[in-house]
């Protein structure tokens, strides 16, 4: 299974696309696709969102669904998902509270 | 400290210009990321896993007190609150907006600072050692010449595309602490039996996949041949440096595969016709650059060695960290003090806004406006007075910067690893915290001596594995971090590449490895006073090997 990442042209803030169609802050959000024909279609999303200035550096990732959630399949997605490990006040593991508060 | 003329005013503010005109045009899409790409690194404005990095240069690592209140400045109104020095005596921030990017600069500009040359196929950062101007066994201060390095190699037209970047560093002492070979160029200061200046010239030196120790290809190279010599060996350099393969394009490959002899030949033949050009330096020129360069008037304190012995009686840690972090002078009144960023537990080389804000007030107070960035992730005030290193001392413990660790085990130099970096195949900060945390006894750290220790997240070697007494690159197999142990690399004056010791070690069983060596060291030194490098040259890797793996063997 795969997710489509980037980061956002203004801020270099990494994003996924998601299921609305917008470039999401958390993973959590992403469309996920299982077959060649969805990622080909994200591809192409990719491409075009390149093409348009929205993103940079667009790759498709390996993820897998735990209990309910995506998680990436190599640490550094999972790393780019959260934040830096060693500091847990920082990147979106931070901003988790303040969304579940909101 | 050198000071901007007129002319670099211009050029910096042009450059400002210039590229927020670029990122405006970015942001508007009317350039594409291929072709901003490059135009955004030339400014030292990478991608990082998380947001964009800016990457600053610090020239020769000398800043003044109104420069890093700037930088913490910065870390406070456009990053998150820290900034991260490097093993180029640069500094970097992690999460700057594109956007907020022309403002910095500007900010930057307006205390003399920018981003040039950060990154790019150029001549970076010239580093140089960083007691520079106060070490008691300098001969000559190299940052006159780091800075004439630095005017020539700025947007050189012949050398801003060259096969790959290019790292030169100068000392001015036997006691090489700016690892020159290790650089592309390493310049050794020194005098010739007439007393003239000149260097010992080495190329070819340098780290990542390949690594490699510079060769000596002039034992002594006059003064006023620094740019015409320089400029021969980029040429020789730019014409048969590889450009087919990017990991073969390092000067290092190109003077290996030719042979010193062979590429030296080179050199003096390209240098012939250079010698006696505007290239040539004039003596008045070098002695201008010389005058930025003047060491503070230092008045005689001789009050300094009673205040010390009283001090030092009141007070056991700070008697800790005078034997640990303060060096000696040329004058004898005074004292180099090492500011440690390597706190327990810390990540090496961060520093908050405000500890960078109240090491400039330090610096101003006590430390004649002046601050060094050393390459190995710390900050040093080469000038305070003995009698005000009580106060400097409780200035520091009030910030957190005070841990007396300097050129012990958990003064580690570690790169920003998987954590923040791009490139990276493991973490390297989470790897040094562990083992600074392992290690916290001081009394334990002083026991073991001198240890350096390196950490890179990946064969890229930002963090100098190759080089440490005990050297830690991460990797990544089978979508897991792993860690390679080297041992008996050093980055001095007698340099020498770590040699890996076996199988690598997970994240959970590193720290463990590393005291496991340590614990071989100690049973094996032949007294407290053989260093664990001595030791491992004397002994070999056979001690370190049979403690690390001999159960497996068993066990097989």
Not at chain 2, 266 to 295: H, N
Not at chain 2, 342 to 358: C, T, Y
Not at chain 2, 379 to 396: C, F, M, Q, T
Not at chain 2, 397 to 403: D, K
């Amino acid at each position: 299974m795969k997710v489509l990442t980037a980061n956002r042209l203004t801020d270099g803030e990494a994003v996924w696309f998601a299921k609305d169609g917008s470039w999401a802050e958390e993973i959590g959000l992403s469309e996920v696709v299982g077959d060649k024909e969805g990622e080909a279609r994200l591809e192409a999303i990719g491409k075009a969102a390149l093409d348009n200035n929205e993103v940079v550096d667009v790759n498709l990732i390996d993820v897998e669904l735990v209990d309910g959630g995506i998680v990436p399949q190599r640490l550094r997605e999972r790393i780019r998902a959260a934040g830096p490990t060693n500091r847990v006040d920082l990147g979106k593991q931070a901003r988790q509270g303040e969304t579940r508060a909101a | 400290m050198y000071r901007y003329d007129e002319f670099d005013h211009d050029f910096v503010k042009a450059r400002v210009a210039e590229f927020s005109d670029q990122v405006e045009r970015r942001l508007a899409g009317e350039i594409t990321e291929d072709q901003f790409r490059p135009l955004r690194l030339m400014n030292g404005v990478y991608l990082q896993l998380h947001a964009y990095m800016l990457r600053i240069a610090v020239p020769y690592g000398t800043l003044n007190a109104k420069q890093l209140r700037m930088l913490g400045h910065i870390a406070r109104k456009y990053d998150k609150g820290y900034g991260h020095f490097t093993t180029r005596q640069n500094i970097q921030f992690n999460w700057p907006a594109l956007s907020d990017i022309p403002a910095i600069l500007a900010d930057l500009a307006s205390v003399e600072m920018h981003a040039i040359q950060t990154s790019g196929n150029c001549i970076r950062n010239v580093t140089a050692d960083h007691f520079a101007g106060a070490a008691a066994d300098e001969v000559a201060d190299p940052r006159p010449y780091a800075e004439i390095l630095r005017q020539w190699s700025s947007v050189h037209p012949e050398f801003s595309y060259l096969p790959r970047k290019f790292k030169i560093a100068v000392t001015g002492a036997e006691r090489d602490r700016a690892a020159i070979q290790t650089h592309d160029i390493g310049l050794h200061l020194k005098k010739n039996e007439k007393g003239e200046l000149g260097f010992a010239v080495y190329v070819g030196g340098g780290q990542g996949r390949t690594p490699m120790i510079a060769k000596k290809i002039r034992d002594f190279l006059p003064e006023e041949h620094l740019l015409s010599y320089s400029t021969a060996i980029l040429r020789v350099y730019n014409l048969y440096g590889r450009r087919d393969n990017k990991y073969k394009a390092r000067i290092k490959i190109l003077v290996h595969e030719t042979g010193a002899e062979e590429f030296a030949r080179q050199v003096e033949a390209e240098w012939q016709a250079l010698m006696d050009s505007e290239l040539k330096l004039p003596d008045a020129d070098i002695r201008a650059i010389d005058a930025y360069f003047a060491p503070p008037a230092l008045a005689a304190r001789p009050e300094g060695d009673e205040a010390i012995r009283l001090a030092r009686l009141d007070s056991r840690s700070f008697a800790e960290w005078l034997d640990q972090n303060v060096v000696t002078h040329r004058h004898p009144d005074y004292a180099a003090v090492t500011i440690s960023l390597k706190g327990i537990g810390e990540v090496p080389g961060d520093a908050s806004d405000s500890q960078m804000e109240a090491v400039a007030d330090l610096a101003e107070k006590y430390a004649f406006d002046e601050i060094r960035v050393s390459h190995e992730q710390n900050l040093i005030l080469p000038h305070v007075a003995r009698a005000d290193l009580k106060a400097v001392y409780d200035w520091l413990v009030e910030i957190g910067f005070a841990t007396a660790n300097s050129n012990l085990i958990s003064d580690i130099i570690a790169c920003p690893g998987l954590d923040y970096c791009a490139l990276a195949n493991a973490r390297s900060i989470i790897v040094a915290q562990n083992i600074s945390k392992r290690f916290a006894s001081l009394e334990r750290q002083r026991e073991i001596g001198e240890l350096k220790l390196k950490i890179s997240g990946c064969i890229n070697a930002c963090g100098h594995h190759h080089v440490g007494h005990i050297g830690i690159l991460g990797v990544e197999k089978k979508g897991a971090e792993l860690y390679q142990v080297t041992l008996g690399g050093s980055a001095d004056e007698n340099t020498s590449v770590g040699e890996i010791i076996g199988r690598g070690f997970g994240p959970d069983e590193i720290t463990d490895a590393i005291e496991t060596i340590v614990d071989t060291y100690l049973a094996i030194r032949s007294d407290a006073g053989e260093k664990f490098l001595d030791a491992y040259r004397r002994v070999g890797p056979a001690p370190f090997k049979e403690a690390l793996y001999a159960g497996e063997a068993k066990a097989a």
